[in-house]
């Protein structure tokens, strides 16, 4: 009994898309967070308006405008400096996409962090006598991370069922080989509802990795 009728394959290897394009996203995604944070604690007002400025309107869009707007705007641009019409990789477009989207709300989650620590624990550090680089790199950021870790964690989750929007582009996801299969066997119900167990064999398996490493990061408060 073949109930994919053929497609499980084709679903697993749009999974293995589904994880490379959340990896990838989530390494970039979390580079550019920490540079629109930077922006947003700068002592700049020009500097911190622009962060603050695009963490606003990207939380304020749906992602989905996000990926047409890398993908079709930077067809646009491609073309404008070519001279010809040029397509996107729907897989780097995808990547972008999702990064950007990922950074604005990893850059609230940094800022919210990094505030959350007392002053009084710079002013100590700086008082035993460690410069100011010292005092963030030993002292802010240890604890500034153990608060960042499940709001982090979780929005990565949501980063990971967020990539099935790129399908729309036609990037060979998940959500795509599913859709792919549905057509091709007429049997919708049976090749989302595999897609479904997928997704929730990876949320699942995210979240016990983020529970396991909130109990690593809780040791050393505990002892």
């Not at 009994?1 to 679903?11: A, D, E, R, S, V």
């Not at 629109?36 to 749906?62: E, F, K, M, N, T």
């Not at 002053?119 to 963030?136: D, F, M, P, V, Y």
């Not at 099935?164 to 036609?170: L, Q, R």
Request: a positive charge.
């Amino acid at each position: 009994m073949n109930i994919l009728h053929g497609f499980g394959g084709q679903l697993l290897l749009g999974a293995l898309a589904t994880l490379q394009l959340a990896a990838a996203a989530l390494v970039l995604g979390t580079l550019f967070g920490a540079a629109v944070c930077g922006l947003q604690l700068s002592g700049h007002r020009i500097l911190r308006a622009a962060g603050d400025g695009y963490a606003a309107v990207v939380r304020g869009i749906p992602d989905l405008l996000i990926v047409f707007a890398v993908f079709f705007g930077g067809s646009l641009t491609l073309a404008a400096l070519t001279g010809r019409y040029v397509e996107i990789d729907t897989f780097l477009a995808g990547v972008a996409a999702l990064a950007l989207s990922f950074g604005a709300y990893a850059a609230e989650i940094a800022r919210g962090a990094l505030q959350s620590v007392p002053k009084t624990q710079r002013e100590a550090a700086r008082t035993l006598g460690l410069s100011r680089a010292q005092a963030l790199w030993t002292v802010v950021l240890p604890q500034a991370a153990r608060f960042a870790l499940a709001p982090f964690g979780n929005q990565s989750i949501v980063l990971l069922k967020q990539t099935s929007i790129v399908s729309i582009v036609g990037c060979d996801e998940l959500m795509r080989k599913a859709a792919e299969a549905s057509g091709a066997t007429r049997e919708p119900f049976t090749m989302y509802l595999a897609a479904a167990c997928i997704y929730l064999a990876l949320t699942g398996f995210a979240t016990l990795c983020l529970e396991w490493a909130e109990r690593r990061a809780a040791r050393p408060l505990a002892a």
